[in-house]
């Protein structure tokens, strides 16, 4: 009886030796993978820290080129609104011409038609005179 009772306590040793020992696996599996996320989780973050000095980098170059090209699209600007108003001063002139001319033309026309209807009335009369 009493081997009975020392053996029924070994079996109950061992199993709580077992449980105990899956424990520690579950434990020692847990932190594997907590190790591996860990790992997963500074890769990324190293993937991001490469992205923003990448993204930095892109914005210093695009700025630089944005005060190189500045003086340029300034430069282009002035001589731009310089042939603007230069074009204008050339279509006031151009206009005022052509405001004589057209006077001109409509005195002469003025004359011209002055003429045709002398010289019809000419003929009316001479007509009239002849019948």
């Known amino acids: ?24 696996t579950n434990q020692i599996n847990q932190l594997n993978e907590t190790e591996e996320n860990v790992k997963t989780l500074l890769s990324f973050i190293q993937q991001q820290r490469n992205q923003m000095v990448d993204n930095q980098n892109s914005l210093e170059e695009l700025k630089e080129e944005k005060s190189k ?6 430069a282009d600007k002035e001589i731009v609104e310089t ?8 279509a006031k002139a151009s206009a005022k011409t052509e405001r004589w001319i057209g006077f001109g033309l409509g005195i002469v026309a003025s ?3 002055s003429i045709f209807i002398m010289i ?5 009369k001479a ?3 002849d019948s």
Not at 7 to 20: D, G, M
Not at 83 to 88: D, G, K, V
Not at 120 to 124: A, R, S, W
């Open 127 to 129: 007509r009239r005179r």
């Open 111 to 113: 004359i011209v038609a």
């Open 69 to 74: 090209l500045q003086p340029l699209v300034s």
């Open 120 to 124: 019809i009335q000419y003929f009316v």
């Open 1 to 24: 009886m009493l081997a009975l009772y020392f053996n029924e306590q070994a079996t109950l040793k061992r199993e709580a030796k077992l449980a105990e020992d899956l424990s520690f």
């Open 83 to 90: 042939l603007f108003s230069a074009q204008e001063a050339r």
